[in-house]
């Protein structure tokens, strides 16, 4: 090999060293948890995959540092938008901006950025998603649906519309096995000492269920 070729190779291979370097510092996006609710609507979110380090030949594993004053995507358009309670603990994605956000964050409309960052942790948005294995929520394989707690609303293609009360529909079960009780007749043929009781209890489930309803 000639010594013109074995240049090139080293000049090749630090330039793709250097690319990588800075690949290695880029960020674009990644999952997080919501550590802090802020008062003005914005959270501290803590990236959730670590950071690689390579100390003395070894890989060493760090945490990175929380990335504070984070907007909240919300879906929003005119004077229409769909908004939720968020909270420390929730998880979703950190989507990581080209440009510094402080000025556009600020005063919105078109700016120019107020500094040379690219692709760093303190211009980021918070996307909310349950997204790891034991918290992601399965795809629906028809319609769309909103749920809340025990509450859910699904709207199917066909135009449907279902609304789901899982306590509602707990109370139900409890009202029919509370009125199978009280109307059991003894092996002697009469009535539980306790069905008055259990009829009453069963009157007042339904009183709540139709004041739900």
């Known amino acids: 090999m000639n010594p013109s070729s074995e240049e090139d190779n080293s000049f090749s291979a630090i330039i793709a ?3 990588q370097a800075a690949l290695e510092n880029l960020y674009t996006a990644m999952p997080a948890i ?4 802020n008062s003005d609507g914005t959270v501290s979110a803590l990236p959730a995959i670590s950071t690689v380090l390579d100390f003395e030949g070894e890989e060493v594993t760090k945490a990175l540092a929380r990335v504070n004053n984070v907007p909240v995507f919300v879906m929003s358009l005119g004077s229409f938008s769909i908004r939720m309670e968020a909270k420390a603990g929730d998880e979703g ?3 990581f901006s080209q440009r510094a956000l402080d000025d556009w964050k600020q005063y919105g409309d078109v700016r120019p950025p107020t500094n040379r960052r690219f692709h760093e942790l303190t211009d ?3 996307l909310p998603t349950k997204s790891s294995n034991g918290k992601r929520l399965a795809a629906l394989k028809d319609g769309f649906e909103i749920s809340g707690g025990d509450i859910s609303l699904t709207m199917k293609d066909i135009g449907s519309f279902e609304v789901t009360n899982k306590t509602t529909s707990l109370i139900k079960e409890l009202t029919t096995a509370l009125d199978l009780i009280a109307n059991t007749t003894t092996s002697n043929g009469g009535t539980l000492v306790a069905a008055p ?3 009453q209890s069963s009157t007042k489930l339904k009183s709540f269920l139709e004041a739900t309803e």
């Open 124 to 126: 980021a948005f918070f």
């Open 197 to 199: 009781l259990i009829a």
């Open 34 to 37: 919501i550590d802090k609710v």
């Open 93 to 95: 994605i950190l989507l």
């Open 17 to 19: 060293a250097g690319v």
